[in-house]
């Protein structure tokens, strides 16, 4: 784990770049990382979902799957890869501020 | 105390292991154990894999339910329709109604391969077909029969699914039975998974890699199936690639019982009941827990996660009873034989917080853990008259509990 600046702001991220702090986040920090993925404009439907998982897992302790994203948040998998070409759930997880998603087993 | 209700719902491994615990634990004046399930076919699912290479017959690993469960247990061959939480009550199919004081959700899985575009269209079951099922693995035992070479293709639609390492079994036993017919050569063997490595757990990932590497596997990552198509024999991914396939085995998305989706506040948008990861009660109501692989739990949807699990939810359950509090805790515990291919197996065992690690189980001169070896091959096929005659009675195997043990393995530092 180490602190980084993200957006002037001080974080803390893992080795891929995972904020591990959910509390360290906000609105700017998401659009940076967003950009330096490769969003470089967040609409409305990317935040539904970015707001979604990040709810999520503030109230549960785990981020939804793709799939459970594409039944809950009224996004549908196909939409979510097109809105988060490398993988919705981590993209996601990652603009949202929160740690990889990390599945089941 | 009064004469207690206690439904289960499922007469599968966890299901039937509770009851026969339960029976066990309580007098017949004390309580009434009741397991209801729509079929009279108890499946040892483990056995699955082995019919599709003809090295095991779908006969000897299905018995009747009701004969595993004790005297004193009734079993009830019925659909559910629904539960009515704020009853306390079962309502079957028949319109029966069973009241409860305790409910016990242990009803599995339902395979959904509809939910794949297209997977249940043309080609199913004819070069598309899963071994999860034993109408499926008899119907993919004949289609590789047939088999002369080609593209074979093994893909797991998504998370969470039946015993995680199954489909890596399959592609190292299907590797071995291609060579045993000498058409290992004109065959391409393909492992597509949703995940980024072979496995889910660093350390054991990059075992089964190697092994994959080794037996001349092509390992895609990250492939998250959206469509098939069983006349052209391509599947494709959301993010637009495609794999063709002269065959393909699908392990397909997996669901909770459809009486659970009919239930409102039981289960989740999958189906799958929220569980207390450690005492095994519902947050839906306390008087309701759930067990193996309906739950939610944040772990391998495997047999020997149910049997650990047991332990502790009779433990919860008769403290529930007596209104005291619950103080058994599961901590996660799992371990699985992987069956690797020429009268070999490696042994994986971990829990919420350990991942599988080489060593040895259940202590220092038990058997090798991460390891390929003959002893593993021997324990898995020793299962199998162990989980008829052992666990589903809910006999106590020594030296094997509920808690994982750290004595045997070798401790590895990983960088998180």
Not at chain 1, 46 to 71: C, D, N, Q
Not at chain 2, 131 to 142: H, I, K, M, T
């Amino acid at each position: 784990m180490t602190m980084t600046l993200i957006a002037d702001a001080p974080v803390d991220v893992d080795a891929e770049g995972f904020l591990t702090d959910p509390e360290q986040w906000n609105e700017q920090i998401g659009r940076a990382i967003a950009a330096e993925n490769g969003i470089t404009e967040l609409t409305d439907r990317h935040w539904l979902v970015v707001t979604f998982m990040r709810e999520r897992y503030l109230a549960t302790g785990t981020a939804p799957s793709i799939r459970s994203l594409g039944k809950e948040s009224g996004v549908p998998v196909r939409e979510l890869y097109q809105l988060f070409p490398k993988g919705p759930a981590k993209l996601a997880a990652k603009i949202g501020g929160i740690p990889k998603p990390t599945g089941c087993i | 105390m009064t004469r207690k209700q206690i439904v289960i719902l499922g007469g599968g491994t966890g299901g039937t292991m509770a009851a026969n615990r339960l029976r066990r634990r309580f007098h017949a004046d004390e309580a009434e154990i009741h397991v209801v399930d729509r079929d009279d076919r108890h499946v040892y699912q483990p056995g699955l894999l082995f019919v599709p290479f003809g090295l095991a017959h779908v006969e000897e690993v299905v018995r009747p339910r009701r004969r595993q469960l004790r005297d004193g247990v009734v079993f009830h061959e019925r659909e559910v329709d629904s539960i009515v939480l704020d009853r306390d009550e079962v309502l079957l199919h028949d319109g029966t109604v069973l009241p409860y004081d305790v409910l016990v959700v242990a009803s599995g899985v339902r395979l959904q391969p509809e939910e794949t575009e297209g997977l249940t269209g043309p080609g199913w079951n004819e070069r598309m077909f899963t071994f999860y099922s034993p109408q499926g693995a008899v119907l993919l035992n004949e289609a590789l029969e047939r088999f002369e070479g080609g593209r074979l293709v093994v893909n797991l639609v998504d998370m969470p699914i039946k015993c995680p390492v199954a489909p890596l079994e399959f592609v190292f036993l299907a590797d071995w039975y291609l060579r045993e017919r000498r058409i290992r050569s004109k065959t391409e063997l393909v492992y597509a998974t949703p995940l980024d490595g072979a496995f889910t757990k660093p350390i054991a990932s990059e075992h089964l890699a190697g092994l994959l590497a080794e037996k001349e596997i092509e390992l895609v990552t990250e492939f998250n199936a959206g469509e098939v198509d069983g006349v052209g024999g391509t599947l494709g991914s959301y993010d637009g690639r495609e794999l063709g396939f002269d065959l393909l085995v699908t392990i397909p998305l997996h669901g909770g019982a459809a009486y659970v989706g009919r239930s409102p506040g039981l289960g989740d948008a999958l189906g799958f009941v929220p569980t207390d990861k450690q005492t095994l009660q519902t947050p839906v109501k306390p008087n309701v827990f759930a067990l193996g692989d309906a739950t939610d739990l944040p772990t391998s949807k495997a047999g020997s996660v149910t049997h650990f699990e047991a332990e502790v939810l009779v433990e919860n359950i008769a403290r529930y009873l007596a209104d005291e509090e619950l103080d058994a805790a599961y901590d996660g515990h799992a371990n699985c034989f992987i069956e690797t291919g020429f009268h070999k197996a490696l042994l994986i065992d971990f829990n919420y917080e350990t991942e599988p690690l080489p060593g040895r189980f259940p202590s220092a001169f038990g058997l090798p853990l991460l390891r390929q070896s003959r002893l593993n091959h021997v324990g898995k096929l020793m299962f199998q008259w162990i989980y008829w005659h052992a666990l589903l009675p809910g006999r106590e195997i020594p030296g094997i509990g509920p808690t994982m043990p750290m004595r045997g393995k070798k401790a590895i530092p990983i960088d998180v």
